[in-house]
């Protein structure tokens, strides 16, 4: 391994550079403002996102967690209640559900989209069931028209999990504004990242809107005037004007990453062993998330590691099989999400990775699958 090779999942670095100066004006302005919390960086990166989003209401939050959990709160959904939602995705999803008391329902994912799939939501809707979480998986949106009108028959609200799907759009609608509640992560890693923890919510309902404010805060109006039991949960100041330089950018950086990812295509074409992503209208690649078969995962991405390439495996382990839920869940079978856990591998991407590391990345990709004990 030389160091040349050294090529890691995600460099921020580019992008950091490339705005030095603005981010550095807007760190020293909310340092003279003294104002941190709920300040006008904070009031005006709402009113930006809400523009950007095409919805009436958009809230600060403390992270993409907190933006599900209230979510879920202000639609008063909790114990006795069932969410369904899917077993291919971070923790948190599952983990929101199960905070506020109620249950959660796994229903298998789709193959080639990694997202939930539609027949199998419409399928576990009972008299319980309270909402539908769906995540636009590694920047890919879901099947959301057909997930709405399942929902909308049933009088069901939608609660989307957008935290790897900020600038996502289907026909010029965003994801995030479809379902009742949009859910955002501004966590460093995502396409609008933040230097901390960061979330937003989402809506075009003036009440759900209202009662998540006031949830954020500890759940008052006013402040010392509480009338339910809230959070601490609020998007500081530096952070919003960080996210202020960036959001005017993320349309060119989405549109980088698909260049990025059009190349791997291009690259991974035909080759044995491996199913590259589709690139489809509206994915912002997030992730660039390859199918690794015949039980090879695993040793292709220590071979990668061993050569400095910098992969991931999101996810080992789908939630129903995670220790926290694997004894309630021992009798759901979602087999498409296990066999995904099983094969898939996430390459490096960032907007302004050049194509000469992409060649780089998939000549030692090929040489992985090329070597006879792998």
């Known amino acids: 391994m030389t160091e040349t090779l050294k090529i890691p999942i995600l460099d921020l670095q580019p ?17 003279r403002s003294g104002q941190f919390i709920l300040g006008p960086e904070e009031k005006a990166f709402e009113r930006e996102c809400a523009a950007y989003l095409g919805v009436e209401h958009a809230i600060g939050l403390n992270s993409g967690t907190d933006a599900l959990f209230i979510a879920l709160r202000a639609l008063n959904i909790g114990e006795g209640d069932e969410v369904i939602t899917t077993p291919f995705s971070f923790f948190a999803t599952a983990e929101a559900i199960t905070h506020v008391g109620a249950t959660p329902v796994f229903v298998d994912i789709q193959e080639n989209s990694f997202n939930i799939d539609p027949e199998k939501v419409k399928a576990a809707i009972t008299p319980r069931t309270k909402a539908i979480i769906p995540v636009h998986l ?39 504004s479809r379902g009742h509640f949009g859910c955002y992560s501004f966590f460093p890693t995502k396409n609008l990242n933040a230097f901390g923890d960061g979330g937003l919510i989402a809506t075009n309902d003036a009440h759900l809107a209202e009662l998540a404010r006031m949830l954020r805060m500890h759940g008052s109006r006013k402040k010392y005037y509480n009338e339910m039991a809230g959070y601490n949960s609020r998007l500081d100041e530096i952070q919003a004007a960080m996210l202020r330089i960036k959001l005017p950018h ?21 080759l044995a062993g491996v199913q590259a992503p589709e690139v489809v209208d509206g994915h912002v690649f997030h ?88």
């Open 138 to 176: 590694f920047g890919r949106p879901c099947a959301i028209d057909a997930l709405t009108g399942i929902a909308a028959k049933a009088n069901i609200p939608i609660v989307e999990d957008c935290a790897q799907s900020f600038g996502a759009r289907i026909s010029g609608s965003a994801m995030g």
């Open 287 to 374: 992730q660039y998330t390859i199918r690794i078969r015949s039980g090879r995962r695993d040793a292709v991405h220590a071979f990668l590691a061993n050569e400095g390439i910098g992969t991931m495996i999101y996810y080992p382990v789908p939630i129903h099989r995670l220790k926290f839920y694997q004894e309630a869940y021992a009798d759901t079978q979602c087999p498409v999400a296990e066999q995904a856990a099983g094969e898939v591998l996430s390459l490096p991407i960032w907007p302004e990775m050049s194509i000469e590391t992409v060649d780089r990345v998939v000549d030692i990709l090929k040489r992985a699958l090329a070597a006879g004990n792998i």
């Open 250 to 270: 993320l349309d060119s950086w989405n549109e980088s990453r698909v260049r990025v990812a059009v190349a791997y295509g291009d690259r991974l074409a035909g």
């Open 15 to 31: 992008q950091i550079l490339a705005h030095w100066d603005e981010l550095n004006a807007a760190f020293q302005r909310v340092l």
